[in-house]
């Protein structure tokens, strides 16, 4: 699927570093995906994981792995983004959720 999107890109020559890290990102949460939901679920005081909307749930996963599995992304970063993510394109408490549950993630890894 992020090949298709890549073949559609305007300048795929510019976005291939871009397409491959989303790819990077799909893989690394695909193969940790019961760690990272455990972590999501410990934190997440009062919501599972099938109570947050699906987008929530996909940018805290892709988040949650770069805080834990990513050593080339600072932890901030890697926070703002998702936040920036939620503020954009989900709902209106979104972003305030991801925000302190990914905070609480990154203050707590070992």
């Known amino acids: 699927m992020?090949?298709?999107?890549?073949?559609?890109?305007?300048?795929?020559?510019?976005?291939?570093?871009?397409?491959?890290?989303?790819k990077t990102i799909v893989a690394g949460v695909a193969e940790h995906q019961a760690e990272i939901d455990e972590t999501?679920?410990?934190?997440?005081?009062?919501?599972s994981l099938a109570r947050m909307p699906?987008?929530?749930?996909?940018?805290?996963?892709?988040?949650?792995?770069?805080?834990?599995?990513?050593?080339q992304v600072p932890d901030a970063v890697a926070v703002d983004e998702a936040v920036?993510?939620?503020?954009d394109y989900s709902t209106e408490d979104s972003s305030g959720f991801i925000n302190g549950l990914l905070n609480k993630i990154s203050a707590t890894k070992a």
């Open 40 to 47: 999501l679920e410990t934190y997440a005081h009062g919501w």
């Open 84 to 87: 920036e993510l939620a503020k």
């Open 54 to 71: 699906n987008l929530d749930r996909a940018i805290l996963r892709a988040a949650t792995w770069e805080i834990l599995f990513n050593d």
């Open 2 to 22: 992020i090949e298709a999107a890549f073949e559609h890109a305007e300048d795929p020559a510019a976005s291939r570093e871009i397409f491959d890290y989303a």
